[in-house]
């Protein structure tokens, strides 16, 4: 376990993919690095280092000799990237021929001293910082938007509004650090295309959806006898969907499956961070919303007319249900998490004061043949509806390559009962499966300081201090309702739905407040 190897200071920073020391993630001030945040690295760094096995591999002395002549060379020009012709000068004067060259280079980005993409061949990156600059950048900019000092531009609202970035953005002055006659504005679209950061939307025009605001998520109006409502879930176990999934998946359903955008006279409908809408494929009438209620799972809803036939809307569901899949696996991959296949379910349709009235997960029997609800197993809960078995019944295959763009994949396990990777988490808790948007964000704040300052679109001035951020979320949650009870009551109902845990945390937060 990556925990057990690290001293007890920086276990609260890391991001663990697995057990897996692959890949280790962990909290960095990226934006500006302080002295802390470089020695935390470096101190990281020597603790898996000196207690991951490691097997001894013979390499060329001058191999090591090539790694000090590059970064000595970035010194002296003063950046972080440079071209192959210039690498390729330096290994003429080691000696070195193309195939050997080509090792070298492939054997230090394994390492993750230089970096490279196959969209960008001629360009090495002695540093992803010249990368991060340019998205820090592109968020600052966007931010400064938000707080309205200046009169806006129609490429500024649409970046404002609809996160959809303009070339005349990125050739703005604000915007223009960070390029030298290697890294241009067309190597950044290349880059940050590949890694779904971008896509295109228009000519020259590409969404950014980490940009885009988090909109409050209403339960759908009752749909007309003209029209069907089916909706889905991909459940991501007993905590959270990993950091970036929605937005990269949202960028690969743009780009590689060639989805659109739902919109009316030019305008996009429904473009945040956790909610948006797509065009049906196969050009059919209706929509597509896909949802990440900072819960366990992420959400699809489809509508379409009543009069589209059975044996259509399977097929439909079918198409849907394996982009998706094949979506979340590429964005897992883009981000270098370990892939595990999330867990295709649906909530639970007997969301009531019998087993809680917030939206909550329920699980599906192996057969197909019941759903089970996650809170109160031993409740009784309808039969699975044609639309859940339309879901459930699509069987695809995968092939050997995972990272072939044109595979197929297999359906989502239902027999998963391994834990995932989760977000950050400064104390080790599972959160119910499914508490509410606005509640279930009250739950993950508790657990996240460094998180609180982040949702200022919650509640302002929370200055990391989850206790507040607690009682104005469940206040305005609750009023929202038209529920007037007392904390001792609601602790009270926690307990009841089986909810200790967050009993807990609110009675702490709430001993805290009084105190």
Known sequence: MIAEILPKELQKSIISNGDSLQHVTFRLNARTPSDIDYDTARRLKDALMSQSQVKPKNLPLKWCGFEVSLRKLMEALGRQTLSLQECEFVGYKLGF??????????????????????????????????????????????????????????????????????????????????????????????????LFIFTDVGIGEYLMPCVLEVSDIFPPLPPNKSTIRSSFIFHFFKKSPMLGIYCCTVSYLLAKAGWKLLSKRGEVVQVARNSITFELPQNLPGKLTFLDPLSSYLGV????????????????????RATFAVAIEQAMLTLHYEVRTPQLSFLCPEQSSRCSTLPHISTVDATHSFLTCSICPDIVVPPLTDDQIMWLECIHTISKDPRSPKRRIAAPSLSITEDRPTMPQLIDIDLPSRVGEKFNVFGTLLLQDDYCNKMENITEGCRGKPERITIAVLREWLQGKGVEVSWESLIATLRKSKLELMADQVQMALDKLRS
């Open 97 to 194: 021929d193309v195939p050997s060259l080509k090792a070298c280079l492939q054997y230090l980005r394994q390492l993750h001293i230089i970096s490279f993409y196959d969209v960008l061949p001629n360009v090495i990156f002695g540093s992803c910082q010249v990368i991060l600059d340019k998205i820090t950048e592109l968020i600052t900019y966007s931010l400064e938007l938000k707080k309205g000092n200046h009169p806006l531009s129609g490429a500024d609202r649409n970046f404002l509004h609809q996160g959809i970035l303009s070339l005349d953005i990125l050739r703005s002055e604000s915007c223009s650090k960070h390029y030298n006659n290697h890294f241009t504005r067309a190597c950044l679209l290349k880059v940050l295309k590949s």
């Open 301 to 320: 809803i489809v509508e379409l007319p009543a009069v589209i036939a059975s044996e259509h809307r399977a097929n439909l569901y079918h198409e849907i």
